[in-house]
């Protein structure tokens, strides 16, 4: 069966962003260059900006799909079972978690890309109100300041700390935002 040629675009779009997702997780974002990209996707540099225009064009097709794929694997969690969320929450931390903690140190320097980082603690936030909602206050301020303090317990700032400045495991570093998030959700209770 022959590839048209709308499979082969989409098959070099995908290695492309398949490329940058890796070289922009293991690298600070202005060190990462579209000729780097380039090279290691197999194409020329003028294919890449044929198909995302810029750096940042390209970083925000990358988010976008990394994105998509996070909150499906975010969504695998079975509502307000702590242990199980904070379970698949690390996993993608342990994906992701160094490049999320670069891209937010680095925010000012990103340019066009910096609400992207508003964005997404947003859909955390998000996420934690889906998972964890039945459990939180009604009122909206009480409400809020919950979900505030689970950001904290499940941020990717705390797994950092956690699991890479305090060099604890995987099963103590998530024993630990487990903890947290039930101690959150404890209090939540005794205001409710």
Known sequence: MAVTRAET???????????ATELFSANWFEDV???????????????VLNHFESKEGLALAMWQAV????????NTAKRNDVPKAVHVLVGEY????????RWAATAERLGSLAPLLDEARGVHQQWLNDMFGDALPTRS???????????A?????????LRRD???SRAET????????NGVLLQARDRT
Do not use: P
Not at 33 to 47: D, F, K, M, N, P
Not at 67 to 74: K, L, M, P, Q, S
Not at 141 to 151: G, K, P, Q, S, V
């Open 174 to 181: 998530e024993r630990t935002m487990v903890e947290l998030a």
């Open 67 to 74: 994105g998509a794929e996070t909150v499906e694997r975010r």
């Open 153 to 161: 317990a499940t941020d990717v700032y705390t797994w950092k700390l």
């Open 166 to 168: 305090l060099k604890l």
């Open 33 to 47: 260059s579209l000729t780097r990209i380039a090279e290691a996707a197999g194409v020329s540099h003028q294919t």
């Open 94 to 101: 342990e994906r992701f978690g160094d490049s999320n903690a």
């Open 9 to 19: 675009t989409a098959a070099t779009r995908s290695r492309i962003i398949e490329v």
């Open 141 to 151: 301020d009480a409400r809020a300041r919950c979900i505030n303090a689970l950001h």
